[in-house]
């Protein structure tokens, strides 16, 4: 059975009892499958109004395959760390949520309702939701361009706005002693690379990239100049975060005696092992087997350390940490010592001295405090109301 009107597109029961609805589009014979002929006719009716839109209606793929050839060519222009961004939104969040759709059939209230899942449900920050809606804005409007949809559904999306207030957190001196107290029990090969953190606030990254070249032991200092990060199951060298990431860091008599030993130990654990000590190897490094620390371990297992303190050590401060608190930890001793600021973005690799004052603009009441407890003008005056009043001859005495 089928139904026509004046060329307008028809539907047909096919071999097999389902109902097709199709149309000629573009030189082309779009068709929709469908269990029902009522159901046949409506979708008939959508594939015009697509037609009448002037949207592209042959062969529209999922959003599943869109993505991908979006991310493809995406992949030829940006930098490594943010490819591994992008995959990682596409594979864990944007697949799950919209995979199966067509790309013409995502609505704003589709992803206003993942929005709200990502955040309510698996309890995901505000500004992860915001790097998932760049990546998901960028996709659509290539499709927009490519007349797979009339207009980008995300323009009018509400998304998750970051509190400016977020908690920073840092150790107290019991507090990371307890870690490094632990680590060295449970976790030697992790402990090196916990200590130097603290010692220099290097981001994991950069730490898991530290090459023994890259040590002046005689300045003595670290020459900041590469990261790795996990790139499709790879451990890959990546562009520093940003041009103030190149930096060099003065090390502590205490960090560079540390080091001194660990090079020492590595160099026999190489040899003892067979594997090779160079100045091109990594700092930080399986004893047994040489390889490098990698920047998820290194999350991971700071995580499950701070998870394996004895309940009576365990406080606030170490049930939120995470490796980014070693940063934390270290600016804060800085500041606290009346280091200026400054010298605490340069440190930290910041792109300017205004995200640092952001970040730690909670410790500047306190170092003001202090800062007044030390602070005297020298010049004395024996008597404060007499010199006022002498100042101030109109004033009635």
Not at 31 to 37: A, H, K, P
Not at 113 to 119: A, C, G, S, T
Not at 133 to 157: E, Y
Not at 182 to 192: Q, S, T
Request: with cysteine; net charge positive; hydrophobic share 35%.
């Amino acid at each position: 059975m089928s139904k026509r009107a004046n060329n307008e597109g028809s539907v047909f029961k096919r071999a097999d009892g389902k109902w097709i609805a199709q149309i000629t589009h573009n030189g082309k014979r779009p068709l929709r499958v469908r269990e029902s002929q009522e159901e046949a006719i409506e979708a008939l009716k959508e594939l015009h109004k697509l037609k009448d839109s002037g949207v592209q209606i042959s062969n529209i793929p999922t959003f599943s395959a869109f993505v991908d050839k979006w991310y493809e060519a995406q992949s030829m222009r940006v930098a490594i760390n943010t490819q591994t961004i992008y995959e990682y939104v596409i594979r864990t969040f944007l697949k799950p949520y919209l995979g199966k759709k067509k790309i013409n059939q995502i609505t704003r209230d589709n992803i206003q309702d993942m929005y709200r899942d990502i955040q309510k449900v698996q309890g995901k920050s505000a500004n992860l939701c915001r790097k998932i809606h760049q990546v998901l804005t960028n996709c659509m409007k290539l499709a927009d361009s490519d007349d797979l949809i009339k207009g980008n559904p995300c323009r009018n999306v509400i998304v998750p706005t970051a509190s400016k207030l977020r908690e920073v957190i840092a150790l107290e001196k019991h507090e990371y002693t307890s870690l490094l107290n632990l680590a060295r029990k449970r976790a030697a090969d992790f402990y090196p690379i916990i200590y130097i953190a603290l010692e220099t606030a290097m981001r994991r990254g950069e730490l898991c990239g530290l090459q023994w070249k890259h040590i002046n032991f005689n300045t003595p200092a670290i020459n900041v100049q590469r990261q790795v990060i996990a790139h499709q199951g790879q451990l890959k060298e990546a562009k520093l975060k940003t041009k103030n990431s190149f930096r060099e860091i003065i090390l502590s008599a205490q960090a560079v005696s540390f080091l001194r030993h660990l090079r020492e130990q590595q160099e026999a654990d190489a040899k003892y092992y067979g594997y090779t000590c160079n100045e091109q190897s990594s700092v930080f490094r399986y004893r047994k087997n040489g390889n490098t620390l990698k920047p998820d371990y290194l999350s991971n297992r700071f995580k499950l350390l701070c998870a394996q303190l004895p309940e009576n050590e365990k406080t606030h401060n170490t049930r939120l940490a995470s490796i980014h608190t070693t940063r934390h930890t270290h600016a804060t001793m800085l500041l606290r010592l009346g280091i200026q600021p400054k010298v605490v973005q340069e440190r930290l690799g910041h792109s300017t001295i205004a995200i640092t004052m952001d970040t730690y603009s909670h410790l500047l009441p306190s170092i003001q405090a202090e800062a007044m407890l030390k602070f005297t003008l020298d010049y004395q005056v024996t008597d404060s109301k007499q010199a006022i009043q002498t100042a101030t001859p109109n004033l009635v005495r």
